[in-house]
């Protein structure tokens, strides 16, 4: 038997034993599950942000702006010298 299906075995009997004999179930407190919420309510906006993000990037990616294609043109002027100056 391969490391791999001996550590399935392991899990699956494992999960078996607690699904038979679960632990006594205690008191909940509300601050906790105020802080579980909100942290699921931060994964979830996080998550759909990256997805949204994600979409739009392949939109940009798929159009060029006109103002890409033209060549670049760079100006450079000297200033003046004042009349005042040395």
């Known amino acids: ?14 999960l078996l ?3 038979l004999h679960p632990a006594p179930a205690e008191a909940f407190d509300p601050m906790v599950a105020i802080a579980v919420a909100g942290a699921v309510a931060a994964v979830v906006v996080i998550v ?6 994600n979409m739009e990037g392949d939109r940009r990616s ?5 103002a890409a294609e033209a060549p670049v043109l ?4 000297t200033p003046a ?5 040395p």
């Open 1 to 14: 038997m391969k490391t791999r299906h001996l550590l399935v075995m392991v899990l699956v009997v494992a």
């Open 81 to 85: 010298a004042a009349p005042d100056a």
């Open 48 to 53: 759909v942000y990256l997805v949204i993000a």
């Open 62 to 66: 798929e159009v060029v702006p006109p």
């Open 17 to 19: 034993v607690m699904a």
């Open 74 to 77: 760079v100006v450079y002027v």
